[in-house]
T-cell receptor, first 113, second 117 residues
Framework: EDKVVQSPLSLVVHEGDTVTLNCSYEVTNFRSLLWYKQEKKAPTFLFMLTSSGIEKKSGRLSSILDKKELFSILNITATQTGDSAIYLCAVEAYIQGAQKLVFGQGTRLTINP | GAVVSQHPSWVICKSGTSVKIECRSLDFQATTMFWYRQFPKQSLMLMATSNEGSKATYEQGVEKDKFLINHASLTLSTLTVTSAHPEDSSFYIC?????????????FGSGTRLTVV
């Protein structure tokens, strides 16, 4: 069964801290791994990763994929209260002849001032 | 670019009635759209894949007759929750996949919060 597992499920830190969110996966016919940030409504796209070892950066956020060990991490440095959200990891895969996203449970990140 | 509009954003209905949710791709054509359900503090669960001009593909455990999906055009997919019951109360989100996009190509609607009373 295809699955995506995120850890931790919940994380509370102080503003300015650095956090690392984890995502491991087991899927057949892997195509890409995506990170999303979800606040109150729809998820917003952060990163798409297809190749191992290539870090993607956007401001204080960065992410990297290890296709050998089947995991990805999302780093956020110098966290701010606006980073509080649920962070979703999803793997795009061909499942039963169709291209789909399989989501992890999400990590609920809370940044306290 | 790549905007997906979902309507309504919230709806309250009586038990036994049906509710229709629309998902439109505003500036691109989407041959495939996806419908997800999200319970409080849980992740997105794929319900079905909506294919333009053909039948939807439902995930295991999702009742086809209860969650009717229609994808009549390249920019519109609808999800109808028939004979809704309180246990159908949830957050429903659609997404559309834009082929050939530079990034992931998956754009999400803003979601519909359904409450059945």
């Amino acid at each position: 069964e295809d699955k995506v597992v995120q850890s931790p499920l919940s994380l509370v830190v102080h503003e300015g801290d650095t956090v690392t969110l984890n995502c491991s996966y087991e899927v057949t016919n892997f195509r890409s791994l995506l990170w999303y940030k979800q606040e109150k409504k729809a998820p917003t796209f952060l990163f798409m990763l297809t190749s191992s070892g290539i870090e993607k950066k956007s401001g204080r956020l960065s992410s990297i994929l290890d296709k050998k060990e089947l995991f990805s991490i999302l780093n956020i440095t110098a966290t701010q209260t606006g980073d509080s959200a649920i962070y979703l990891c999803a793997v795009e895969a061909y499942i039963q002849g169709a291209q789909k996203l399989v989501f992890g449970q999400g990590t609920r990140l809370t940044i306290n001032p | 670019g790549a905007v997906v509009s979902q309507h309504p954003s919230w709806v309250i209905c009586k038990s036994g009635t049906s509710v229709k949710i629309e998902c439109r791709s505003l500036d691109f054509q989407a041959t495939t759209m996806f419908w997800y359900r999200q319970f409080p503090k849980q992740s997105l669960m794929l319900m079905a894949t909506s294919n333009e001009g053909s039948k939807a593909t439902y995930e295991q455990g999702v009742e086809k007759d209860k969650f009717l999906i229609n994808h009549a055009s390249l920019t519109l997919s609808t999800l109808t929750v028939t004979s809704a019951h309180p246990e159908d109360s949830s957050f429903y989100i659609c997404s559309a996949r834009r082929t050939g996009a530079v990034y992931s190509g998956y754009t999400f609607g803003s979601g519909t919060r359904l409450t059945v009373v």
